[in-house]
């Protein structure tokens, strides 16, 4: 705050005349005297804190302020001192070194550090109106405060590690990213449970609501979800799918422990009947906004890194079994039913020595009733993922229920050469962004304003089994982005189960009846959201 310990004397002087022992007179300078200009500049360079206070000074530099707060921002940085007070500290401090009005806070935390700690410590730093989620992570992505550096970290939890905190200095870990995004509201939704189960109806109704109170219509710009380990979060996917307009995106990570505030209460997961199974937090553009604020742009894109492989069976005898299914199936040109051996071992001749020890999933395709309140019922093609756990003379067992008798199914395993392919791929597609905010495009109702678009940020959800290790390579993930926007904020985690909406064609796969099969839940995948903004027509 030294910044502004002069300004209110500044502010309460006024131009006076002294008379000097000649008789002559001096005129004694106010601040106000330096221009719009020149305090536009200065307001410019103060951190978050004292440009706050600075905006409440007076009515001339509340609408400085404005002005210098006119387009989005976006702030990420990460720490990784042992000490959690002193990490907060560092990301706060690096978070807030410049303007901004935080209209959103997420963290993300090293598995040694206590959640409910930093949840505390985090949400007091921040007015009580700013949505914030805490979450334990998998790793973290961004630039260190110290060192400036770009890095990709990942925490490994063994189960010897972990009933020991001699480890903290290793584990020990936060990213904090914040955003400014005029002419879009943020609410926090949390998808709560009860004894009888999620309520998904309610989850959607309460999005809807929130969106509705300032926006038309009642479909959000976007969604960002975090779930947690012990909810199958596909049924909600499915959902939000149906109940959403095909323009609202979905990202996110799953399988984390997480705490957030919204509407001035805490809300704690879980208790034993109740709690909290995922929490949203929805981005609603504002129909009254300003017409001096452009437009805020999100662009969802995804890094797949499995790969197909062997025929396409279907299933045949399901059982489920707390959080498995037990399965048998069919395939053409073979009689009978398959058992889980039989088809195992078709996979591994099929695969050869290709790949060595990866991870097999099944990719299901399920045709499934959708719907929404009172909405029509309406049928539904959607892929999901279930890891495969083995197989036995009997049957093949993956994780996760909801396969049916009939559903089509197809084995995918981890595959770092598909995946650094599919970065590439990424990579060229966010230089054609690029190229097209340099290049800009004129607007047809005004030939003559220039349209330049600009990226001011990224986040990344990347799954935990990428990384060094996945790639026998450092930096992989982040390069795409860092690659064409150097310099630009960007910051993420890792998790266990990427969210994000899209369909089949992310797999370079086609249906073959050709109905579209839509596909939000992911593996092996780094999805990007990119966020561009666009400056306002000018008025005449």
């Known amino acids: 705050m030294d910044e502004l310990q002069s300004f209110p004397s500044l502010k309460k002087m006024s131009k006076a005349k002294e008379k000097t022992g000649s ?11 330096l221009g719009d200009d020149l305090m536009q500049n200065i307001l410019t360079r103060l951190p978050a804190l004292s440009f706050a206070s600075a905006a409440c000074v007076s009515r001339s530099w509340n609408s400085l302020c404005h002005r210098v707060l006119s387009v989005p921002k976006l702030c990420s940085a990460v720490s990784f001192n042992p000490t959690l007070e002193n990490a907060v500290n560092e990301v706060m401090d690096k978070v807030l070194l410049e303007p901004i009005r935080p209209h959103f806070v997420m963290v993300s935390i090293g598995p040694y550090f206590c959640l409910q700690a930093a949840f505390q410590m985090i949400e007091g730093k921040f007015g009580t109106r700013i949505p914030v989620i805490v979450n334990v992570c998998e790793g973290v992505i961004g630039r260190n405060v110290l060192t400036d550096q770009f890095v990709e970290v990942q925490w490994e939890i063994t189960e010897e590690e972990d009933h020991g905190a001699e480890l903290l200095e290793e584990k020990g870990g936060i990213s904090m990213t914040i955003g400014f995004l005029p002419g879009l509201k943020v609410h926090i939704v949390p998808l709560l449970f009860r004894n009888k189960g999620i309520l998904i109806d309610d989850f959607v109704m309460d999005i809807k609501g929130a969106t509705s109170t300032v926006s038309d219509p009642a479909s959000p710009a976007g969604i960002i979800l975090f779930s947690d380990r012990e909810t199958d979060i596909n049924p909600v996917l499915q959902t939000l799918e149906y109940a959403l307009s095909e323009d609202t995106f979905i990202v996110g990570g799953g399988g984390c422990q997480f705490l957030y505030r919204s509407d001035n209460r ?6 034993p009947n109740s709690g909290c199974a995922a929490v949203a937090l929805v981005f609603a553009r504002d129909a009254n906004k300003p017409l001096d604020i452009g437009e805020t742009k999100f662009h969802v894109m995804l890094s797949t890194g499995i790969s197909p492989i062997g025929p396409t069976y279907k299933a045949a005898s399901v059982k489920s079994r707390q959080n498995s299914t037990w399965l048998t199936a069919s395939r053409e040109t073979v009689r009978g039913h398959l058992d889980g051996q039989a088809i195992l071992e078709e996979i591994y001749d099929e695969l050869g020595d290709r790949i060595q020890y990866p991870a097999f999933y099944i990719g299901v395709t399920k045709r499934r009733k ?15 993922f279930h890891e495969v756990r083995g197989g036995d003379e009997e049957y093949l067992i ?57 990226v001011f940020g990224g986040i990344i959800f990347t799954c935990c089994g990428r990384g060094d290790s996945f790639f026998g390579l450092a930096g992989i993930d982040s390069s795409p982005f860092l690659k064409n926007f150097p310099g630009v904020a960007f910051g993420g985690t890792y998790c266990a189960g990427e969210i994000c909406r899209g369909n089949l064609n992310l797999y370079d796969q086609d249906n073959e009846e050709g109905d579209l099969v839509h596909c939000s839940q992911h593996v092996y995948s780094a999805v990007y959201l990119v966020m561009t903004y666009c400056p306002p027509l000018p008025q005449h």
Request: hydrophobic share 30%.
């Open 23 to 33: 008789g002559s007179q001096n005129i004694v300078a106010t601040i106000d005297d």
């Open 266 to 271: 805490n809300t704690i997961t879980n208790s």
């Open 370 to 384: 959708c719907s929404f309140g009172m909405e029509r019922v309406r049928r539904m093609q959607f892929l999901e």
């Open 398 to 454: 993956v994780n996760s229920v909801g396969i049916k008798t009939g559903d089509p199914f197809r084995f995918y395993i981890s595959d770092s050469g598909a995946a650094l392919s599919s970065c590439t791929k990424l990579s060229n597609n966010l230089r054609h962004l690029k190229l097209g905010c340099d290049c800009g495009n004129n607007h047809v109702s005004d030939v003559d304003h220039f349209d330049k678009s600009n």
